[in-house]
């Protein structure tokens, strides 16, 4: 019975979760006349190609999905070395305040991230940044939970283990990339997904940072499609349901190191 119970619960909490995708997946293929219609519609339609043409015109698809794609990667990969540097800094090395350095890190995470758009606008704007992909890019490279995350990771690498590619003559760059980043693999996949997921959905920086359509990102561009008088919910649906997709592709090709990464981050301390 016990066994019964749990398989209806995990496909009710499995419904709950992959409903709204679903329809989401159908209302793509639908007319906007026919999204809200009663009864709902959860089957395909004929509209999926007609949709997505008529967002490929209104908001230029290829060109705001290469935009988003391109910063999404350059900023997760950036924001991984960072983290990775900084984290083994702070894990392996003695220097005069890494204490004080580490706590002052840390109360950053306290700080919404609304209060420092404004001086981060600024500094964009007086080195002539702005409306530009270092703008969207150069903000996201400090993630201080990144960081945070790197070092706990790092506390539990033995320092005999680096201390014997030492003497056999590795430097520490050698050491970083040849012993350090194969053990932590699993962690960096799982960073690796939550950053490119808050590179890809981000909206309100890119929004304040760009002024042209030509450089906007997928949720900007997006934004631009909701009318004051009329919204073609077709083209919204279709662009959603993209916005989705990398998400998902992604998470399926890294998802045994995703777990990894998160069972290690509750193992260690």
Same mark, same amino acid.
Request: aromatic share 12%; proline share 6%; net charge neutral.
């Given at each position: ?34 999204? @809200? ?83 981060? @606008? ?25 960081? @945070? ?121």
């Amino acid at each position: 019975m016990k066994g019964w119970t749990l398989t209806f619960v995990l496909a009710a909490v499995f419904a709950l979760c992959a409903g709204p995708f679903y329809w989401l997946a159908m209302a793509a293929t639908h007319a906007n006349s026919d999204i @809200f219609s009663w009864p709902p519609r959860f089957y395909p339609g004929d509209r999926l190609a007609a949709n997505t043409a008529t967002l490929e015109e209104s908001i230029g698809l290829l060109n705001v999905l290469g935009n988003t794609l391109f910063v999404a990667v350059v900023q997760t990969a950036g924001a991984l070395v960072v983290s990775l540097l900084a984290g083994y800094a702070f894990a392996k090395f003695a220097f005069a305040g890494r204490n004080v350095f580490f706590v002052l890190l840390l109360s950053t995470l306290v700080i919404p991230s609304g209060v420092t758009i404004i001086p981060i @606008f600024e500094m964009m704007n007086d080195i002539g940044l702005i409306d530009s992909y270092p703008a969207l890019i150069l903000p996201g490279l400090s993630v201080p939970f990144g960081v @945070f995350l790197m070092r706990q990771s790092l506390l539990a690498l033995p320092d005999e283990l680096l201390d014997a590619a030492r003497v056999d003559g590795a430097g520490e760059l050698r050491v970083l990339w040849r012993v350090v980043v194969p053990v932590m693999r699993p962690v960096l996949a799982a960073l690796a997904v939550f950053l490119f997921l808050g590179a890809w959905n981000d909206f309100l920086w890119p929004l304040i940072a760009l002024r042209t359509p030509e450089m906007f990102t997928l949720p900007v561009a997006l934004a631009t499609l909701q009318g004051l008088a009329r919204t073609d919910f077709g083209q919204v649906m279709v662009g959603t349901a993209i916005s989705s997709l990398p998400m998902i592709v992604l998470f399926l090709i890294l998802q045994k190191q995703f777990i990894s990464g998160l069972l290690a981050g509750a193992t260690k301390g």
